[in-house]
């Protein structure tokens, strides 16, 4: 039995099972007023590790990888400040991945009207290009009501959307100091039209562990099949910039070529092509920028037991090769002993034998 203060309840719109978690450690002893108590029962905290892969093909489908990024308010003082920092951190990783906007150069330009997103164009597999496009906002750029409504966007059209600042057990984002608004209720007025498109959600606030997503999949229209997400906290300071070489995993390959020039003798020269690849969760979660906190996990991806990478692709496995992308997506396949493998996590699926591994990524070839 977990004692948990009367006020608490009257404030928060959560149950008593929510707010234990918060309650363990408090001073039933020393408090002076109304008690409560839950009944609860202890379990381990899930593992920041999932065998499983986000579901990007799908999200990438229409040749299109749009992520709404929001960096919002943070009641602790201390920790606000620390948020301009955060989103420089971010505006820059996304810049050294070769994004870019049209009259941009440092973070301050994408005030601007016009100024996002920020894209770059590069390939799926040979003959399929996909355009990754950014929106970077910063809740100190406008009124708390278009706060509101941007962030109702931002869920609406990414296939990613990514919140970093306050959250809590009541299911509350806090877009700036005068705004808080539950995550359900802003997803709900979001999601007409998109019921059936793949997303994933990063939560990077306090408190959220479990509950947020809860709140998403049984108060909006969005179920596990169609939404992810990853939801936690401890790191969100100083790491967040880590989070952009992790949903937008980029695999350049190289190769030499002869070349002509001026009818002279020909020279051997490097070309790079540049391709969208895709980590498992359990790569993500398992990144350094995690490592400080055992309080991010990943939730709705118990339908992405996909065999492999989610570029994989297991028709070209054993057909003749020299580079990666001979076989299609580098990521997704590669090239081993002159032969296509394909990449899965987990095990190799029947009909194929493991040629090699590198960390979590088994390499499965022709039997």
Known sequence: RVPIPALWIEELDVSLEQLAYDAFDFDAKSYPDKLLYADCQLREDPKPQRN???????????????????????????????YRRVYHDVFNALRRLGLTAPGVRVFDDLKNVGANPLTRTV????????????????????????????????MHQSDVFWYIGHGGL??????????????????????????????LFVIAACETVGNYADRLYDKTAKTRETLDVISGAGVLQKDSLQWTDELIPLKTVSRQVWQQTDGLIPERVTTSKTYLDALSYAEILEHNAFRASDRFVVEGDEDNRLIGHPFADFTRVGAQCRYD?????????????????????????????????????????AR
């Open 52 to 82: 499983t892969f986000p579901s990007l093909a799908r999200m990438v489908s229409d040749g299109n990888y749009r992520i709404g990024i929001f960096v919002g308010y943070d009641k602790d003082r201390w920790l606000t400040p620390n």
């Open 123 to 154: 390939r799926r597999d040979a003959k399929r290009w996909v355009t990754i496009e950014v929106e970077l906002h910063h809740h100190n750029w406008r009124t708390p009501e278009a706060n509101e409504a941007l962030v109702t966007r931002l």
């Open 170 to 199: 009541d299911g509350r984002l806090y877009l700036d100091k005068d705004r808080q608004v539950f995550v359900d209720e802003l997803y709900r007025s979001s999601i007409y039209g998109r019921e059936s498109a793949q997303q």
């Open 325 to 365: 992308d001979d076989c299609g997506n580098p990521g997704g396949n590669r090239c081993l002993g002159h032969r296509c493998a394909a990449v899965t996590i987990g095990s190799c699926p029947p009909q194929t034998k493991l040629l090699g591994h590198s960390g979590l990524q088994l390499f499965c070839g």
